[in-house]
């Protein structure tokens, strides 16, 4: 057994057989409802202390059943509280914090455990107080601080092979649920088209994505929603990304296990030969985020942007 300590792998002395394994996992499946066999060898489930359980178990895995539990620690609920735990400067922190309340979409990207579900939970609780929030997970990870919460996750197949719910049908869903804002837990295939229509008709939303770049996550959100269908061409997806998404919050984890926010980056709205233009409002520079320079922009090279942005950067 293995235990991740301040974002490091360690050995523990702790060790089990194969059959204890086996009965472990089945009985943190017991109160989710969801199974693991030859027919599914993977599943994906929380736990009743709000632990993510993930298994694999042969002959997917060479011998050995892999069990993954990940222990959503909350070491913030705020970003007031990012910024006291030195993941993000007070300037950043105030303008995202303004960013959410006015309504502006948001993408939180990062690699694996670069604390995008804990950058995403803080972001969250900046929404409103009087908006009604829709929440599609495949499990549920989030945690957001409103009265006014529906909050829904996937569900995998039974033995028929029927009754799955994807996050595609809870985006989709959410949509006829009367939603002042929706968030989506992480954005990975199809579902992203789904998204991107909901966000450019008016509905504010947030969601996270795998990515090593506000560069890349642009990148990727402009990619996905290719997979929905051959009826989806690129010359749609790029200008309707350009058009829903606002910012993009790069997060990422150090050498040390240190989570911090790398960069936010707007997107004003312009395509320029299919790749949709960015501007820089925060950047590395050494170890800390500070603010980029050229910003705000001119309305005549964004006139799409307006000044709705540059006056978020005045509070």
Not at 152 to 179: D, F, I
Not at 244 to 266: K, M, P, Q, W, Y
Request: glycine fraction near 8%; charge should be negative; include cysteine.
């Amino acid at each position: 057994m293995f235990i991740a300590r301040r974002g490091r792998s360690e050995l523990t002395t702790t060790i089990l057989r194969p059959d204890e394994v086996r009965d472990l996992v089945e009985r943190m499946l017991k109160s989710s409802g969801r199974r693991v066999d030859l027919s599914t060898p993977f599943v994906d489930a929380m736990l009743p202390g709000g632990e993510r359980l993930h298994v694999v178990i042969p002959d997917i895995t060479r011998r050995d059943w892999a069990v993954n539990i990940r222990k959503f620690i909350i070491s913030a609920d705020s970003l007031d509280e990012l910024v006291g735990l030195g993941t993000i400067t007070q300037d950043a922190a105030t303008f995202l914090e303004a960013s959410v309340a006015s309504g502006l979409n948001v993408i939180v990207a990062g690699g694996t455990q670069a604390g995008k579900t804990t950058m995403l939970n803080c972001l969250a609780a900046a929404i409103p107080v009087r908006e009604r929030v829709i929440t599609c997970e495949e499990v549920f990870e989030l945690r957001i601080p409103l009265p006014d919460v529906v909050a829904m996750q996937t569900r995998q197949a039974n033995l028929e092979g029927s009754g799955e719910v994807r996050l595609r049908r809870l985006v989709k869903e959410a949509l006829r649920m009367r939603p002042d804002r929706i968030l989506v837990g992480e954005v990975r295939q199809e579902e992203c088209l789904d998204l991107l229509i909901a966000l450019n008709s008016g509905l504010p939303g947030m969601c996270t994505i795998h990515a090593n770049s506000a560069r890349e996550a642009i990148t990727k959100l402009c990619t996905l929603p290719l997979l929905a269908g051959e009826n989806v061409s690129h010359n749609f997806v790029v200008p309707t990304v350009a058009a829903s998404i606002d910012l993009v919050v790069h997060v990422g984890r150090d050498a040390t296990g240190h989570r911090r926010v790398r960069e936010i980056v707007a997107v004003p709205g312009r395509v320029e030969g299919d790749v949709v233009e960015t501007a820089e409002i925060f950047v590395t520079a050494g170890d800390r985020l500070v603010r980029a320079d050229g910003w705000p922009p001119h309305t005549d090279r964004y006139p799409q942007a307006g000044y709705d942005l540059a006056e978020l950067l005045a509070v």
